[in-house]
């Protein structure tokens, strides 16, 4: 069973910025993209960023030119540099890999943005 373990949410104020990380296991070698979604309260579960073997990334619109998805292929570990936070970004932000089997999820980590 893959498990992924995410670490890095947190309380910050607006404009501040947090790092979430993700890491898979070390044995798997087959991950097409890794990437980040979130589910605010009350609304359903939307992709914020997808980075791909070919480096491709890309962004929902509300998130362009804030936050960075990068990838570390040697630690099979997904980071999201989260810059200018705004109110709206209060969510689980859920890591996902995604291997020929399908999608696998993280547990999730709670950001919440308030002054």
């Known amino acids: 069973q893959v498990q992924l373990e995410e670490s890095g949410g947190g309380l910050v104020q607006p404009g501040g910025s947090l790092r979430p990380s993700c890491a898979a296991p070390?044995?798997?070698?087959?991950?097409?993209?890794m990437g980040w979604s979130r589910q605010a309260p009350g609304k359903q579960r939307e992709l914020v960023a997808s980075?791909?073997?070919?480096?491709?990334?890309k962004y929902v619109e509300a998130v362009k030119g804030r936050f960075t998805n990068s990838r570390d292929n040697a630690e099979n570990t997904v980071y999201l540099q989260m810059d200018s936070i705004e109110s709206e970004d209060t969510a689980v932000y859920y890591c996902?890999?995604?291997?020929?089997?399908?999608?696998?999820w993280g547990q999730g980590t709670q950001v919440t943005v308030s002054s």
């Open positions: 070390g044995s798997i070698s087959s991950i097409h993209g």
């Open positions: 980075i791909f073997n070919d480096d491709s990334v």
């Open positions: 996902w890999i995604s291997l020929p089997i399908g999608i696998k």
